[in-house]
């Protein structure tokens, strides 16, 4: 069965530094993984999505992904953290049957 | 702009009411989707639709189905809400044939007293 893991409920960082937000996943043949934000009391929006190719992955608003085959992993991340990006990100994968199967979430507090 | 509208933002019902949450595309989509999503939980789906009359159980349909009379609109009901059907409530649609890039609907904030 295809499934994602966050292992971090929150991360917190400070304005300015980069950051990394990880996930780790599990599906059988190739995996098409993506990460979505979710602001306070709003809708998930889409960051970006690997399908095939290169492994880093670049998005919306600064942050980018990197695909590693061998960890299982598709951490995402952005050179500079900004107080802006405080949201809550999801991690995804695509099953078999076109549904997306969704991490638990991980708070990201950027702190001024 | 797409868009993917909820017909309530935030809703209070009791125990045992029937509950309709609405969910329109202005995007042509094939597919559309409802999710609930609870603080540790993540996003989990409910049912899932590929086409018009036809509909898919998710991970948690229990007490819950599903309309799909037209293309651009599917509801999620809850004949007889419940306490533990306390959640936020998201709707989402996406192309037949784009890979993965989910369009979401603001969110209907459900509480069952």
């Known amino acids: 069965a295809q499934s994602v893991a966050q292992p971090e409920d929150q991360v917190n960082v400070a304005e300015g530094n980069p950051l990394t937000v990880k996930c780790t996943y599990s599906?059988?043949?190739?995996?098409?993984l993506f990460w979505y934000v979710q602001y306070p009391n709003r809708g998930l929006q889409f960051l970006l999505k690997?399908?095939?190719?290169?492994?880093l992955v670049k998005g919306s608003y600064g942050f980018e992904a990197e695909f590693n085959k061998s960890q299982t992993s598709f951490h995402l991340k952005k050179p500079s953290a900004l107080v802006s990006d405080s949201a809550l990100y999801f991690c995804a994968v695509e099953g078999a049957t076109n549904k997306l199967i969704f991490g638990t979430g991980t708070l990201l507090a950027v702190q001024p | 702009d797409v868009k993917v509208t909820q017909s309530s933002r935030y809703l209070v019902k009791r125990t045992g009411e029937k509950v309709f949450l609405e969910c329109v595309q202005d995007?042509?989509?094939?597919?559309m989707f409802w999710y609930r999503q609870d603080p540790g939980l993540g996003l989990r789906l409910i049912y899932f639709?590929?086409?018009?009359?036809?509909?898919e159980k998710g991970d948690i349909p229990e007490g819950y189905s599903v309309s799909r009379e037209k293309k651009e609109r599917f509801s999620l009901i809850l004949e007889s809400a419940s306490t533990n059907q306390t959640s936020m409530y998201l709707c989402?649609?996406?192309?037949?044939?784009?890979?993965?890039?989910?369009?979401f609907g603001e969110g209907s904030r459900l509480t069952v007293l």
């Open positions: 690997y399908i095939t190719g290169d492994n």
């Open positions: 989402a649609s996406k192309s037949q044939g784009a890979t993965g890039e989910l369009f």
């Open positions: 639709s590929y086409d018009v009359k036809m509909k």
């Open positions: 599906v059988s043949g190739n995996p098409y």
């Open positions: 995007m042509d989509h094939e597919n």
